[in-house]
């Protein structure tokens, strides 16, 4: 252990702040470490929108299925996908050359950088004392935080996150077991299988212990209503308009 790891280690989501700000200065510090995540070719497909307009905060809560954390939160950041600025800047160099902004391809590598790049974020908001929540409610009403944040074709935003001062301390959630995560020279099927059956039993003990008895499920149990109600179907078809994945 060291104390990267040990912060990597002692993650938790935190859904209530303390009536404190979170300082330019912190706010700038935070974005800036999360441009140092790795990127695809440099490419850098991403944008945050710094929210701290209470009016605002409170338009995007609704949206994102009330999430109050997100209006008592001193700061939220949307998390974009911006593919936008790369065919802008690439425009201007082309010479009327085609253009592929609107590849699968290209939406995979914004994707994951804006996430690789908000994880970065995170990790240095906790090192600062700070805690954050992902807020993947941004996405339920898709097109409406997209027209209230005024953003443009070939962007759209992935998930939000509330920054502030921690004022709750949760219990550490668990995670998978190790062996169903990691295999070595292949996946392993049965090891996987393994892996979720011990899971089911230790998270259905987390349930008990922070529910007083009250939940219990499992998480094959979860993640089959999850798999088995739909979800943001519209997704899809709000991409394709935004001019994401084409071809």
């Known amino acids: 252990m060291n104390d990267t790891i040990n912060l990597l280690m002692n993650h938790k989501s935190i859904r209530k702040y303390r009536n404190e ?22 490419v850098q497909a991403y944008s945050v929108i710094a929210i701290t ?40 160099q082309a010479e009327g050359a085609e253009t592929y902004e609107d590849t699968m391809e290209n939406f995979t590598v ?5 996430a690789l790049a ?24 898709i097109e ?21 001062v921690p004022d709750q301390e949760p219990v550490l959630r668990p995670r998978l077991p190790l062996k169903a995560v990691l ?24 349930m008990r212990e922070r529910s007083n008895g009250k939940q219990s499920a499992t998480w094959s149990e979860m993640m089959t209503k999850r798999l088995t109600e739909p979800a943001r179907l519209q997704l ?7 001019g994401f994945m084409k071809r």
């Open 236 to 242: 899809k078809s709000f991409l394709e308009r935004k």
């Open 118 to 141: 908000a994880q970065n974020a995170a990790v240095a908001a906790e090192s600062l004392g700070l805690g954050v929540v992902y807020i993947g409610g941004i996405r339920n009403n």
């Open 53 to 92: 307009d209470s009016e605002l905060k409170s338009k995007l809560a609704g949206l994102a299925g009330n999430q109050a954390y997100i209006n008592e939160c001193p700061v939220f950041l949307v998390w974009c996908a911006d593919m936008y600025r790369l065919r802008e800047t690439a425009a201007t």
């Open 21 to 42: 700000p979170v300082t330019e200065e912190q706010l700038e510090t935070i974005i800036a470490a999360g441009q140092m995540a790795s990127s695809s070719s440099n």
């Open 183 to 206: 295999h070595r020279n292949g996946y392993d099927k049965e090891q996987s299988m393994a892996g979720v059956k011990e899971y089911d039993e230790t998270l259905s003990a987390y």
């Open 110 to 114: 914004a994707t994951i950088d804006v």
């Open 144 to 164: 409406e935080v997209s027209n209230v944040l005024g953003l443009p074709e070939l962007m759209y935003p992935v998930f939000g996150m509330c920054l502030g």
